[in-house]
């Protein structure tokens, strides 16, 4: 079975940072685009973050870029994202999830991802 499971968030200032983690198992992890999505209360689910494990290429929404940095270990079948700079306006459940994407491609909609793991809260406080 495919599994996907994300940790690592928490309630940190303004300003702080987290580290965020999805463990994944039960597919090759090579042939794999991993996407950070978030949801805050009353909003739509929105991208955040992707990266092709296979390639290593990288997307980020404008809200992040320059502050988030997501990257993968193939060793260990993990995607992080590294959150920097945090604002309240950052503070949302976190989901991770993962689309079979071959040649390096990167599903930039929801959609396009068939797998998805549970998710963990990040609160910013002002």
């Known amino acids: 079975d495919v599994q996907l499971q994300a940790y690592g968030g928490g309630l940190v200032q303004a300003g702080g940072s987290l580290r965020l983690s999805c463990a994944a198992s039960?597919?090759?992890?090579?042939?794999?685009?991993i996407g950070w999505f978030r949801q805050a209360p009353g909003k739509e689910r929105e991208g955040v973050s992707y990266?092709?494990?296979?390639?290593?290429?990288?997307y980020y929404a404008d809200s992040v870029k320059g502050r988030f940095t997501i990257s993968s270990d193939n060793a260990k079948n993990t995607v992080y994202l590294q959150m920097n700079s945090l604002k309240p306006e950052d503070t949302a459940v976190y989901f991770c999830a993962a689309s079979f994407a071959p040649y390096g491609s990167i599903p930039l909609t929801q959609g396009g991802y068939d797998y998805w793991g549970q998710g963990t809260q990040v609160t910013v406080s002002s």
């Open positions: 990266i092709n494990t296979s390639v290593g290429s990288t």
């Open positions: 039960g597919f090759t992890f090579d042939d794999y685009a």
